[in-house]
């Protein structure tokens, strides 16, 4: 059974970085794409970045482009997602989970307990 554990969120203010990580356990990750994935208080999950299996491919939803960059390091079974310029709208539950190119969740995997993002205005 495959696990994610996501870690590396926090407490910031408005402008500052994050580096989130995501760790899965048991079958390698690196056949499959990744996607970084958040949930505001109130809103629905929403879909953040994504990466292929080998990293060859990137996409983004448009309010953290040119912010945020989603990399892996598949000989660690690690996925990150650094975040720089952060905003207050950024603040959520930070996911990772398996994900059909481009942003498609995979079923079968349990999400993980995500990573609490806080930005402060």
């Known amino acids: 059974q495959v696990q994610l554990v996501e870690s590396g969120g926090g407490l910031v203010q408005a402008g500052g970085s994050l580096r989130l990580a995501c760790a899965a356990s048991g079958r390698p990750s690196g056949i499959y794409s990744m996607g970084w994935f958040r949930q505001a208080p109130g809103k629905e999950r929403e879909f953040v970045a994504g990466?292929?299996?080998?990293?060859?491919?990137?996409n983004y939803i448009d309010s953290v482009k040119g912010r945020f960059t989603i990399s892996r390091d598949n000989t660690k079974n690690t996925v990150y997602l650094q975040m720089n310029s952060l905003r207050p709208e950024d603040t959520a539950v930070y996911y990772c989970?398996?994900?059909?190119?481009?942003?498609?969740?995979?079923?079968?995997?349990?999400w993980g307990q995500g990573t609490q993002v806080t930005v402060s205005s």
């Open positions: 989970h398996r994900i059909f190119w481009p942003r498609t969740v995979i079923d079968g995997v349990d």
């Open positions: 990466i292929t299996a080998n990293g060859d491919a990137t």
